[in-house]
C-alpha cells in the first residue's frame, strides 16, 4: 500500500454491545542486535519473519527472524543504501525494495539477490519505503512503481517467464497494489475522477473488479488471501470501519469501543487482524471469524498488527514512545473482558483521533 489517513473522532460515538473478549497472547519481542528501531511486516508459514531495522547511522537493513532458533539474518542487497524487507512466501523467498539514497527499486532474495524493476513499463521508481512488493509461493511479485511524472501505477511480475505486466484499472489516475495470492491474482486500491476504489485483478480472466463497499466514500484494499478474500478498510459518514470481501461485503469492527477500525491482514482461514482506536494509540484485535480478541504488545504505547499466517502468528510493530520494535503474538487464552469503556474515555480519544496503520519506516 500504503495509503495513510488520519481521522478524528467526533465526541459522543455510540458504544457498541459486548460480544467480544480480552485475549492472553504470548508475545516475542524483535529487536536486530544493534538496531535502534525494528519493524516485522510478514510471517510465512514456517513462522520465518521479515521487516526491516534501522542502525545506529541511520541506514535501514532487512532482516528475516528464524522463530524456531531466535536466529536473525540481515538482507542488504548489493550496492544498495537501504534495504528493506516486506513480504514472505512459503519457501522463504523476500521480496521488498533497496534505494542508492534517491531511487527505489524492488528486489526478490532466494538465497540471492534478484532485482525486480518494472522499466519496461515505464517505471522511473519501483516500489518505495511505503510501497510494499509482495511475493505468491510461486515466486512471483507484484507491487507499485512510479512513472517520469510521479504517478503511481501496479505491476505484475512473472518470475517464470521474466515478464511484466501493468495493472491499472481503466480510468485510474494513482494505483497502489497491497497484495497477491497464490494463483496470480492482484488485490489493491485506485484513484479515478469519481473517487478511491478497491479492486481485484483476475489472472485466469484479465479482468478487474472495482470494489466499493456500499455507502462507503473511499474503499481501500490491505490484504488479500491465497482463497482471493481481500480485507481493508472504508470511510463512510460515520468514519472508518474495517471489511472483508468474499463476494460480499462484510463489516469487521471489534464492539465496545467506537465502530472504527481497519483490518491489516488476513489468512487463508479468514482469519484477520487489524487496529481499533485506543485512549491514547492504537490496539491491535485478532479476529478468527466468530470472536474479536483485542490485544496491546507489553510496554506499547501504540500496537500496529501488519499480518497474520495460516497458523494464526500474529506480526507488527509495537511504539513504545520512543520508538518501534516487532512483534509476534500468539493467542492463547481468553480472560475476562471490562464490562464497558467510560464515556469520557470516548471523549478524550475524540481529542487525541484515531491514526492509520500499517506504520512503515521511522522519519
Do not use: C
Amino acid at each position: 500500500m500504503r495509503w495513510t489517513h488520519s481521522v478524528l473522532l467526533a465526541a459522543g460515538l455510540a458504544l457498541m454491545g459486548a460480544s467480544s473478549a480480552q485475549a492472553g497472547f504470548t508475545y516475542t519481542i524483535l529487536d536486530f542486535p544493534g538496531s535502534i528501531y525494528t519493524d516485522a511486516t510478514d510471517i510465512n508459514h514456517s513462522g520465518t519473519v521479515v521487516g526491516a531495522y534501522q542502525d545506529a547511522s541511520g541506514f535501514y537493513h532487512g532482516y528475516t527472524y528464524d522463530s524456531g532458533t531466535g536466529t536473525y539474518t540481515s538482507l542488504d542487497y548489493p550496492g544498495a543504501v537501504n534495504t528493506y524487507g516486506d513480504h514472505i512466501n512459503a519457501s522463504g523467498q523476500v521480496s521488498s525494495t533497496w534505494d542508492d539514497g534517491l531511487v527505489s527499486q524492488g528486489y526478490r532474495y532466494d538465497g540471492s539477490y534478484n532485482q525486480v524493476n518494472a522499466s519496461s513499463l515505464g517505471a522511473v521508481a519501483t516500489g518505495s519505503p511505503d510501497d510494499y512488493l509482495s511475493i505468491n509461493d510461486a515466486g512471483n511479485v507484484a507491487g507499485t512503481y512510479f512513472d517520469g511524472v510521479g504517478d503511481r501505477h501496479g505491476f505484475y511480475y512473472d518470475a517464470g517467464t521474466n515478464s511484466y505486466l501493468n495493472i491499472d484499472p481503466a480510468g485510474s489516475t494513482d494505483t497502489s497494489v497491497s497484495g497477491l495470492d497464490a494463483l496470480g491474482n492482484v488485490a489493491g486500491t485506485y484513484e479515478d475522477g469519481l473517487g478511491v476504489h478497491g479492486f481485484v485483478y483476475d489472472a485466469a480472466t484479465a479482468t478487474y473488479t472495482t470494489l466499493d463497499v456500499p455507502g462507503a466514500v473511499i474503499t481501500v484494499v490491505n490484504d488479500i488471501d491465497n482463497a482471493g478474500d481481500v480485507a481493508g478498510y472504508y470511510f463512510d459518514s460515520f468514519g472508518i470501519h474495517g471489511f472483508a470481501y468474499d463476494g460480499t461485503f462484510t463489516d469487521i469492527i471489534p464492539p465496545n469501543f467506537f465502530d472504527e477500525s481497519v483490518v491489516t491482514g488476513i489468512d487463508s482461514m479468514q482469519g484477520m487482524v487489524g487496529i481499533y482506536p485506543g485512549f491514547f494509540g492504537d490496539r491491535g484485535f485478532y479476529f478468527d471469524g466468530v470472536k474479536y480478541y483485542k490485544f496491546s504488545a507489553p510496554g506499547a504505547f501504540e500496537t500496529d498488527p501488519n499480518a497474520i499466517n495460516d497458523v494464526g502468528l500474529i506480526v507488527g510493530n509495537l511504539d513504545d514512545g520512543f520508538t518501534d520494535h516487532g512483534f509476534i503474538a500468539e493467542h492463547t487464552s481468553t480472560v475476562p473482558e471490562p464490562s464497558s469503556v467510560s464515556l469520557f474515555g470516548a471523549a478524550i480519544l475524540a481529542l487525541f483521533g484515531f491514526g492509520w496503520v500499517r506504520k512503515r519506516r521511522a522519519a
